[in-house]
């Protein structure tokens, strides 16, 4: 069965780090852009970061830009969310998705652009 996995969620201070990851199970990702996303309680969920198939370009939520990187890693199949200085305003469940087209199609923002979700990962960041 084809399905994103995410890992690397946790509790973490104002200010500290974490690491997500994805890992693709039963598919390959390699001609997608990948994505993050995250929904905190009472919220709809929202674009954090994409990547493209080769990782040359690279898109942010202002929310997150300069503080989150993310990366992929084709030959291993999974895709990667570095997030730094991390708020507690970063609390939510995060998302790794796979885009719905080979190409660019409809706006990164808009999750019914996306056609794979994983289960999401806990992030939580305490003041």
């Known amino acids: 069965q084809a399905q994103l996995v995410e890992s690397g969620g946790g509790l973490v201070q104002a200010g500290g780090s974490l690491r997500l990851s994805c890992a693709a199970r039963?598919?390959?990702?390699?001609?997608?852009?990948m994505g993050w996303f995250r929904q905190a309680p009472g919220k709809e969920r929202e674009f954090v970061a994409a990547?493209?198939?080769?990782?040359?370009?690279?898109s942010y939520a202002d929310s997150v830009q300069g503080r989150f990187t993310i990366s992929r890693d084709n030959a291993k199949n999974t895709v990667s969310l570095e997030m730094n200085n991390l708020k507690p305003e970063d609390t939510a469940v995060y998302y790794c998705?796979?885009?719905?087209?080979?190409?660019?199609?409809?706006?990164?923002?808009?999750?019914?652009?996306?056609?794979?979700w994983g289960q999401g990962t806990q992030v939580t960041v305490s003041s």
């Open positions: 998705a796979r885009y719905s087209a080979t190409y660019y199609s409809r706006p990164y923002d808009d999750t019914r652009s996306w056609n794979y």
């Open positions: 039963g598919l390959s990702n390699s001609m997608w852009t």
């Open positions: 990547i493209t198939r080769t990782g040359s370009n690279k």
